[in-house]
T-cell receptor, first 116, second 116 residues
């Protein structure tokens, strides 16, 4: 069964500092990988996704993530965080339509706090 | 990007009553919609997959008679929590997929249900 692990429940960084949020997945085939951001009391916004091709994907708001098959990881990075980046971040894995596993499985989430 | 709305955004009800939550895709037709449940400080858990014109597919452990899902049109899916109890209090989020070949899901803003 597919699963996602986000090892860090809560991370605090200073504004302007770099950020890396970790995500490890377990999936039997080539995964479709996603990062979402959730502000308090709101739904999810897609930051970026990986389906195939270049393993370094660029997303919105200056985020990027790198797919490393050998490590089963899809870590999210940002070179310089802004106070507005404070939110909950979720990594998710899903299968392809062809594989019939269209459902998304989410990690536990990482809460990001930004110090001024 | 595509827009998905949910109504109501918040609802408080008495134990034993039923509550209906609507999920609408505003600018696209959604053949498939998903319903998730999120407990405080936890991840999203998929409850069911709703396909237009057919019965919903429920995840293991989700009571289909408790959580009634109707997907009567390509732009509307409803989740009815029947005979709600305090343990049903949660954040319910829907998502919609544009068409069969698209993997990307667009999430609604969520509905906060509180059962007294």
């Amino acid at each position: 069964a597919q699963s996602v692990t986000q090892p860090d429940i809560h991370i605090t960084v200073s504004e302007g500092a770099s950020l890396e949020l970790r995500c490890n997945y377990s999936y039997g085939a080539t995964p479709y990988l996603f990062w979402y951001v959730q502000s308090p009391g709101q739904g999810l916004q897609l930051l970026l996704k990986y389906f195939s091709g270049d393993t370094l994907v660029q997303g919105i708001k200056g985020f990027e993530a790198e797919f490393k098959r050998s490590q089963s990881s899809f870590n999210l990075r940002k070179p310089s965080v802004h106070w507005s980046d404070a939110a909950e971040y979720f990594c998710a894995v899903g299968g392809s339509i062809i594989q019939g596993a269209q459902k998304l499985v989410f990690g536990q989430g990482t809460r990001l706090t930004i110090n001024p | 990007g595509a827009v998905v709305s949910q109504h109501p955004s918040r609802v408080i009800c008495k134990s034993g009553t039923s509550v209906k939550i609507e999920c609408r895709s505003l600018d696209f037709q959604a053949t498939t919609m998903f319903w998730y449940r999120q407990f405080p400080k936890q991840s999203l858990m998929l409850m069911a997959t709703s396909n237009e014109g057919s019965k919903a597919t429920y995840e293991q452990g989700v009571e289909k008679d408790k959580f009634l899902i109707n997907h009567a049109s390509l732009t509307l899916s409803t989740l009815t929590v029947t005979s709600a109890h305090p343990e049903d209090s949660s954040f319910y989020i829907c998502s919609a997929r544009e068409w069969e070949g698209r993997q990307r899901q667009f999430f609604g803003p969520g509905t906060r249900l509180t059962v007294l």
